[in-house]
């Protein structure tokens, strides 16, 4: 296989979905403008995203292999591609959710097939979760250059203008781009076939097998309770940023973007880290970090008094001090990603990529809900105080993960006996 043009291509494909599912923020607030939809009813748009993700890696990730990872991803982007060009030809709210449930649908065919691909070019654990860090690296990029490129077509003076929707010609664009380039690339997929005889129906039934396992258990309960982390924090810190520091609005959400680019900035770094140590003490590592970041800033948020000139330049210590929880937050998920699928035999990446799909949208929405009920119920400072107990769980999960890992590797590094597959998980 073309190596480096696959990986561009992988690397590319996250970036655009980076900027396709991070504008449904921007988009709720436009069409509130542009078409007088209610705030209630513009929140659907989050729905038309996340639940068709969850749905379509359920039913169809166990399938994936038959039908071909990089069929997969070219049917992903060919939906997106229609449904970019859709938005600026027929403008509308309905037009608007037919684009999240296209981006939801084709990304939940992009992920299970990305994470599966990235197993048929590493040839290693260590270059797995190198490769598998840079990849959600280059996706918090992508969430960054959003908040820049839907701005740019925004026309502050006239809210009720319609000049944003040119955005989507260059989305078009670069989808289409994308496409070409994969549609000229050759897959050797062979690693990824599913067992000889098997049925659709069989495959099917070996995903949902895979959770009773206990390495699998414990991975996605881990998955779960990081997501949940990263999604209170994310969520909530515009919110915490104006009611806890008293920020403006405006300012709040600029700040937030701090923490995105820790994300982006700590994956990027782990990229290059984890090809060189070991993944277990490095994730302890920024565990620990998590909960000093928590235990340092929080103090410093107590007493904050409302200032109407307050600027970048004169805001509270603890503005840039707890978003830079996202430098050590950020090798974990796709930390522990890569160690369960590099562990696992090739026709299984899939279905395991299809179980994390589903519990990280689960954790996320339980993160969201739970910080929003404490925020409102409690306070800011107890709701983020409260992140210690998942952080201080995964540490423990993170240590049972690790004992199961060697345990059904024998101490080595083939992991096919983990599930009971017939081929090694990496290194062909």
């Known amino acids: 296989m073309q190596r480096r043009r696959i990986l561009f291509i992988l690397f590319l494909i996250y970036f655009v979905f980076a900027i396709l599912l991070n504008s449904v923020g921007t988009v709720i607030l436009q069409v509130i403008n542009n078409y007088g939809v209610a705030k209630s009813a513009a929140s659907v748009l989050e729905g038309f995203k996340d639940l068709p993700i969850a749905v379509v890696s359920f039913l169809v990730a166990s399938f994936l292999p038959r039908l071909g990872y990089k069929r997969a991803m070219l049917i992903g982007l060919a939906i997106v591609t229609c449904a970019c060009v859709a938005m600026p030809l027929v403008p509308g709210f309905a037009t608007a959710k037919l684009l999240f449930l296209c981006v939801g649908v084709a990304f939940a065919l992009v992920k299970v097939s990305v994470y599966s691909t990235l197993g048929l070019v590493a040839t290693s654990r260590k270059e797995h979760a190198g490769i598998m860090n840079t990849l959600e690296g280059f996706f918090m990029v992508g969430v960054l250059c959003a908040y820049w490129v839907f701005s740019f077509f925004i026309d502050s003076a006239n809210p009720r203008s319609q000049s944003w929707l040119n955005v989507y010609w260059p989305l ?80 709040s959400v600029q700040v937030t973007s701090i923490f995105a680019a820790c994300l ?54 603890a503005t840039f001090l707890f978003p830079l929880i996202g430098l050590f937050m950020a090798p974990i998920y796709p930390g522990i990603n890569s ?90």
Request: hydrophobic content about 55%.
């Open 172 to 251: 078009a664009a670069l989808c289409a781009l994308t496409f070409l380039l994969l549609l000229g690339t050759r897959f050797d997929e062979r690693l990824a076939a599913p067992p000889a005889g098997s049925t659709p129906a069989q495959d099917f039934a070996a995903m949902l097998k895979l959770f009773f396992k206990p390495l699998v258990c414990i991975f996605v309960v881990t998955a779960f309770l990081y997501v949940l982390i990263e999604q209170s924090v994310g969520t909530w810190l515009p919110t915490f940023n104006n009611e806890i520091l008293h920020l403006p609005a405006a300012m």
């Open 264 to 317: 982006a900035i700590g994956r990027l770094s782990a990229g290059v880290v984890l090809r060189k140590l070991h993944w277990y003490p490095v994730m302890n590592g920024c565990l620990i970090g998590m909960g000093a970041v928590v235990l340092v800033a929080l103090p410093l948020t107590q007493g904050v008094v409302p200032d109407a000139g307050i600027t970048w330049f004169n805001a509270p210590a």
């Open 339 to 428: 160690v369960m699928l590099s562990s696992l035999p090739q026709h299984q990446h899939a279905p395991m990529t299809g179980l994390l799909v589903i519990f990280s949208a689960l954790g996320g929405t339980t993160g969201s809900l739970v910080t929003g009920y404490v925020f409102g119920a409690f306070s800011g400072h107890f709701a983020f105080y409260l992140t210690l107990v998942p952080i201080a769980v995964v540490l423990v999960m993170l240590f049972l993960f690790r004992r199961a890992v060697e345990g059904a590797n024998g101490g080595g590094t083939q992991g096919s006996a983990i599930i009971g597959g017939e081929s090694p998980p990496l290194g062909h």
